[in-house]
């Protein structure tokens, strides 16, 4: 009973896959907060390297990894694509449940796979220090461990919750060199306007990003890096799902449900769209996100134009939105506590070619659970709900059908969410729609 | 330039590989303490199962693997043989460097090797509940995974100084839904009167041993489990270095060093023995155990009888021991700090065929420091000490040499200790001749 599927490390996926130009419908343009036009490359220039920004806008479907990359993707590339045996039998399915595994790379996640090609695309255009936000600490220990791969300095902004549920992390980051401090932070002008209002703000994801933003914005030897959300962190994100179209193409599978959590939905995105093709082409494969009830951008936000940072610094996105404002609850997937999503995940789940499901944490929690006592491994928190969405698909789904999910990332250093689990003391959060349209009102109309 | 050498599941071993009938001294017996006459096997049913007892005494130098525990070991084995490409050139060394990792099991280390089969075998004669200690975590991690994987009770004894130290190492032994107690404990005899004593006693791995084997003694549906220094836990591990055989074979590579850390000798015994029949019958192979210079068992120890715990309730054991009342000051590598070392290992020591060498904790963390930062993932507080050993055997080694070293454990629950040495506050500790001449004064005299 052969489980774990590896791609040879000579088949390693040496292009990612761009969907922009396959899109049924044109990616809406980002757009110029004070003018309301198209943002230009010029524009993006003094926060990211030419590289990227080229890369998010590209019109070509396949774009090579450069080789000092894939030399750093080798060090845990590929990742394995899992039966999870045990588990099907647990929950009595007929169906097949495969989980690829992202949690096997230094930073425990599937982070790595962009934090490598953007710190490489810095360093080779001779940037000397990246800035970036983090959620629950997994997208700076990403950039941290890049960094020091490329030899680049790196400064985490991280949201305040997170930094004090997570002692761990903090160090984890300070062990690859980077500097961490809690946001909103007296390092910058954001932080200080937004600490004088509340001293005790615990912090958000978009208001990290305004601060690790104006960071590089206000240093001339500084550039910004983003975890999630926009097109070229997606675009490095998909050699997950070329790596597993290839192992189920291996095992003489193909897939009927792929399924992954969303925060900024990179990694979801990562791993569907590599089958957008096929799935436009006729294929019956159904693409499945799952998100928190604390924060439902996909299931209960709107689909238009809003900023992907609390003090509006950013360009405009037409994505799904809660309001860029919005402060989710304090849930323990603070990867998951974004107010927005992935532009091309939401023209995808504006199409209907996305499926969006939202979850309670402790339901997510149990799956995690029922994971760890057949599969093994512990889950971290934002993964806890793609297994919770899988283990429902996988109940509908047809006896011989395929199940596929993300397996995004460990939770060892989450182990304080589980200790609260366990007590029985995770509340479970879902904002009234009274909420929700107030958080609405804050965006503005260039729909 | 591939880096890791992936053994496919369907080639991985069988049978795990039983060195007692290749030792070319046949290894001394256990004693009973009180008669100091060999153990028999009806001596130790009370604590361990039949399958196990016999797996200790075995003349067969190749012993089956049940389908159950090639079962669960699939879950994540066959583990990568990895070639550290970037350590090598960052230490400009002309040999190859090579780690087997055994950090990717579901514990986080080597120790499910011998954790699964001891579950299997106590679920199948009908026993109900396991007993253990623990030092730094890793072992009472493992074994209340593998108890998960079989439906036992897991009981854990955890050393003070870690238990303190390390509460997520707690926790996720808790989730794997084991109970956890700081030992000197007051469940057990044993415990009760350390405390009476010391009320403030930090604890000793000898001394956890002590409390679990007295748990398994006197409840009858409980057995003891231990996680390394015996016959069949390194029988156990033997699957490590039978793959990594296989896996350099695969690469056209013969080992000329072969490195690992030393415990109680589990991990380094499963890595080099089998290869000891290469060994004997010419091939030059060098075998050497890295160990604390806190902890000296191997490189300052007397190699005597001696009792495996403090309370004298184990069988006497022939080994490298520095007396079973030794306190070994409170380093970070909590699984290195045990008096004595597996038997096996220390009849190969003395026989010159084992060579060791001891180290400080700031060096092997510096060490650990620059894995890190080459090859990308954070190595156990433990493993530092191979990873240390490896750097020093590699600069000593002829050009196209190839050193092989175990990875065997990461540390993402060894955080604090990194946040300590990165703040300066590691001491290093070297006990006196004359500390380690009077905690040998204790050992008895049945040589």
New interface residues.
Partial sequence: ????I?L???DMPRQWYNALPDLPTPLAPPLEPGSGKPVTPDMLAPIFPQAVIEQEMSPEARIDIPEPVL??Y???RPTPLVRA??LEKALGVKCKIFYKDES???A?SHKPNTAIPQAYYNAREGVKRLATETGAGQWGTALS?AC??FGLQCTVYMVKVSYNQKP?RR??I????AEVFPSPSDKTQTGRDILAKDPDCQGSLGLAISEAVEDAATHEDTKYALGSVLNHVVLHQTIVGLETEKQLAMAGEKPDFLVGCVGGGSNFGGLVLPFLPRKLSGEKIRFIAAEPKACPTLTRGQFRYDYGDVARLTPLLKMHTLGHAYMPAPIHAGGLRYHGDAPIVCNLAAEGIVEARSYFQNDCFEAA?LF??T????PAPETSHAIKAAIDVAREAEPGQNVVFLFSGHG??D??S??AY?QGNLVDFEHSQEDIDESLKACPTFD
Same sequence: chains 1, 2.
């Fill in positions: 009973m052969e489980s774990k590896i040879p490390e000579r030399d750093i080798r060090l845990f045996h045990r096997r790379s230094p425990g461990f020091k791969m761990y160090i984890l300070n062990s690859y060199g659970r760890q006592a599969e093994g491994f512990l060892l250093l182990l304080a589980y200790d366990m």
